[in-house]
């Protein structure tokens, strides 16, 4: 038996990483979007939008998300040791944009509630996961948080979840980009 040859590989542009390259090549991969919420011990709550969640392990249940060391709403949750993890809904744009900036109040003006879990819980998302840090790994700009997860409401069945891909929100609707303005990738989101 003879080995096909290699075909040639396609063209593609290949570059060296910096953060504008980084932004791009890893826009091109959809994530859904989440805002992780909780009480500083001041009770004075925080949050941020952040796209960088998963699942880790069933046995134990356990949850990963990535924050920048430089946010300020990540220290505070780190602090309490308890957080939330909001998954947002297709139409939560506005939600998105408030906790995707490092500018404004956050929680002004909105109708949120604290769980039985301590941890500030927002309005119409699809699911949230309610979770001690179990353990925090530095890397790079970025902490890589490990939590243990307490409880799990599921919201709604029917929802479709939001997405970001390419700069936008949602896959194949080039008329959703991200709204223009005071957040985004350059505003330290998540």
């Known amino acids: 038996m003879t080995a096909e040859p290699l075909s040639a590989p396609e063209a593609c542009e290949e570059t060296e990483p910096n953060p504008q390259r980084m932004r791009r090549t890893m826009g091109s991969f959809a994530s859904g979007v989440t805002v992780v919420t909780g009480l500083?011990?001041?009770?004075?709550?925080?949050?941020?939008?952040?796209?960088?969640?998963?699942s880790v392990s069933l046995?134990?249940?356990?949850?990963l998300f990535c924050a920048d060391h430089r946010g300020r709403a990540w220290p505070?949750?780190?602090?309490?040791?308890?957080?939330a993890v909001n998954i947002l809904a297709e139409g939560q744009t506005d939600l998105c944009g408030r906790f995707g900036s490092s500018k404004g109040r956050k929680y002004?003006?909105?109708d949120w509630e604290v769980s039985r879990w301590g941890t500030p819980s927002l309005p119409g998302v699809l699911t949230r996961v309610h979770a001690d840090?179990?353990?925090?790994?530095?890397?790079g700009d970025h902490d890589v948080v490990l939590g243990?997860?307490?409880?799990?409401?599921?919201?709604s069945e029917e929802g479709r979840p939001m997405l970001f891909f390419r700069g936008g929100?949602?896959?194949?609707?080039?008329?959703a980009p991200a709204p223009p303005g005071p957040w985004g990738w350059g505003d330290l989101w998540g």
């Not at 500083?40 to 998963?54: I, L, T, W, Y």
């Not at 840090?133 to 890397?139: C, K, N, Q």
């Not at 243990?148 to 919201?155: C, D, G, P, Y």
């Not at 929100?169 to 008329?175: K, L, N, Q, T």
């Open 76 to 83: 505070r949750i780190r602090e309490a040791g308890r957080f």
């Open 59 to 63: 046995e134990p249940a356990l949850v």
């Open 133 to 139: 840090v179990y353990d925090v790994h530095g890397a």
């Open 108 to 110: 002004e003006g909105l």
């Open 169 to 175: 929100f949602g896959i194949g609707d080039p008329a």
């Open 40 to 54: 500083g011990r001041d009770g004075v709550p925080a949050g941020f939008a952040c796209q960088s969640f998963a």
């Open 148 to 155: 243990r997860v307490l409880a799990l409401e599921t919201l």
